[in-house]
């Protein structure tokens, strides 16, 4: 029997190019991979994205993209929209998730409702890095996306989340790291029950 093609991307939103949240992910779709999963990874970093702007066009044109171009937005929204799983990265800033991150999750929400629930019954996942204390603000509000978006979010052996400062630091993360593995092998499981 030919099995479906599953296909997970993830949007890491550190204004750091692969830096720990982004080897957090990556272990996570290494999981996925394994079971014939397809993935890409978006690093928001260096890229323009800039918040919703409340116009409320999306509502009106509805054409499940956002009124405001000339950034990466509908680029991020096009990819989500096309995946069968999506994984939100962010490291923790002031006990938070990053400024770009938010922007994507703030217009890709109302896109989402504009257009009758773009992302509905997709499995979403959250992976927060940090230095110390914040994570599970950052996690929580990552969440907050997949819920209101009546996305389907596996769970892990922990909260899905890395401990380390400089780049690399969470690969010292032993438990991190298994939560990550963990993560990628029940949203793969998911997935195939899902689609298959
Ligand atoms: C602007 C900014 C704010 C930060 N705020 C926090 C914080 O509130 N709590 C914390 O533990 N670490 C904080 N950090 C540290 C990062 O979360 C940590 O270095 C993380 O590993 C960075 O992940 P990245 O390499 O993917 O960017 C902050 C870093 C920056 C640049």
């Known amino acids: 029997m030919n099995e479906t093609r599953i296909k997970v991307v993830a949007l890491n939103g550190s204004a750091r190019k692969s830096g720990n949240t982004a080897i957090l992910l990556r272990y996570v779709l290494k999981e996925l991979e394994k079971e014939g999963i397809e993935t890409e990874l978006i690093e928001l970093s260096g890229k323009k994205i800039h918040g919703c702007l409340a116009c409320r066009k999306c509502a009106e044109n509805k054409n499940r993209r956002c009124s405001v171009t000339g950034d990466m937005g509908n680029a991020f929204i096009e990819k989500m929209e096309a995946a069968d799983g999506i994984l939100l990265g962010s490291p923790t800033y002031v006990a938070d998730i990053t400024p770009e991150i938010k922007a994507l999750m703030d217009r890709a929400c109302l896109v989402s409702k504009a257009n009758g629930g773009l992302f509905r019954r997709k499995v979403g996942a959250a992976v927060v890095a940090v230095r110390r204390a914040g994570a599970m603000h950052a996690f929580d ?36 790291i298994q939560t990550m593995k963990v ?5 793969a499981w998911l997935l195939k029950k899902i689609k298959n």
Request: overall charge negative; glycine content about 14%.
């Open 183 to 187: 993560l990628g092998q029940n949203m």
């Open 141 to 176: 509000t990552l969440n907050h996306f997949f819920l209101i978006s009546e996305m389907i979010i596996p769970g892990s052996s922990y909260w899905n989340i890395g401990i380390g400062r400089e780049i690399g630091d969470v690969e010292r993360d032993e438990e991190g």
